[in-house]
């Protein structure tokens, strides 16, 4: 079974750019554009791990972390949480209601799929079978 | 307990903190262009966050031309240029890559004792306009060489 991988971010960007990471690999994505609708997608989506902005209009990152946590059905998922915030304060405010690991935007591909690989099972996709050989043609019956 | 920041070190950090936005998120290539004056934009889309605390309030606008500003959309996207067809998705990285200059400036302030907030991103599009600061704030441009094109990151700060 796919693992299921929920990102939530208002910029249709970052969620397009965590999307295309993840295309390799047998992953199945889902998208919430705030942290309301992110509460809403993990309850119904039970993902196997949520990466989730900080700064976001109508409900941010922090409280919507918060509000996870507080959730005995939804508490035992993993967060990444991504940030374009690095400063001392910030981290130790994420670190201290309970995500798995956080990333400071700008950041590669490359480092989003190592951090989450450590925390969910990526497979990589089978690559598609190589398309049947085309049948000769056969050559018309001489006259 | 506030250090002393001045102006200085904030073009200082904005100029390695946009090189390395550029070449993280996009693998573009983009260096300071010192004296250099401001490049005369036909059509221009230009991305603003503001932040603000008690010891320390500005904006910061990243101002591109419409041509570098859907270049810029299809490397953050890793689409051909050609498949950038909609304002929506150009404004989207604009505000997006504001975002992150200036999520790095707070946090550089925050960790130098002026702990501020930022706001969501903001797109001005237009031919012909102008961004005048407050009284009392202090305005810097930095201008930037990227590719053939070349792009204004604009401060506004002022510091108590």
Redesign the interface.
């Known amino acids: 079974m796919a693992t299921k991988i929920l990102s939530v971010d ?5 969620r ?2 965590v999307g ?1 990471a993840f295309r390799p690999y047998d992953v199945q994505m889902c998208e919430a554009a705030n942290g309301e609708e992110g509460l809403a997608a993990a309850a119904r989506e039970k993902p196997d791990l949520i990466i989730l902005d900080v ?3 109508v409900m941010d990152g922090v409280t919507m972390l918060t509000k996870l946590k507080e959730d005995a059905a939804l508490k035992a998922i993993p967060v990444i949480m991504l ?8 981290v130790l405010q994420i670190a201290k209601i309970g995500v798995r690991d956080y990333l400071v ?4 591909e490359d480092q989003l799929i190592e951090k989450a690989g450590r925390i969910v099972s990526l497979q990589k996709k089978a690559a598609a079978p190589a398309a049947p050989a085309a049948p000769a043609p056969v050559a018309p019956a001489a006259a | 307990m506030n250090q002393t920041v001045q102006i200085t070190d904030v073009k200082e950090f904005m100029t390695r903190h946009l090189v ?2 550029f070449d ?2 996009l693998s573009m290539k983009a260096s300071l262009a010192p004296n250099a004056e401001l490049p005369q934009f036909g059509e221009r889309v230009s991305g603003s966050v503001g932040f603000a605390g008690e010891t320390v309030t500005g904006a910061v606008y990243l101002h591109l031309s419409a041509p570098l500003a859907s270049h810029v ?1 299809a490397a ?3 689409l051909p240029p050609e498949e950038i067809t909609g304002e929506h ?1 150009v404004n ?2 604009v ?2 890559a504001t ?2 200059l ?3 400036l ?3 302030l ?2 130098s004792g002026f ?1 501020c907030a ?1 706001s ?1 991103p903001a797109i001005i599009r237009g031919t012909s306009f102008s961004i005048e600061p407050l009284p009392d704030v202090e305005r810097e441009w930095l201008v930037f060489d990227c590719g053939e094109d070349r792009l204004v990151v604009e401060i506004h700060i002022k510091l108590n």
């Open positions: 208002d910029s249709r960007t970052i397009l750019i295309k700064t976001m209009p940030t374009a915030e690095s400063g001392r304060d910030n935007k700008p950041f590669k | 390395d936005v993280t998120m959309a953050m996207l890793g998705e989207d990285v505000g997006e975002n992150m200036t999520g790095g707070k946090s550089w925050c960790d702990d930022v969501t």
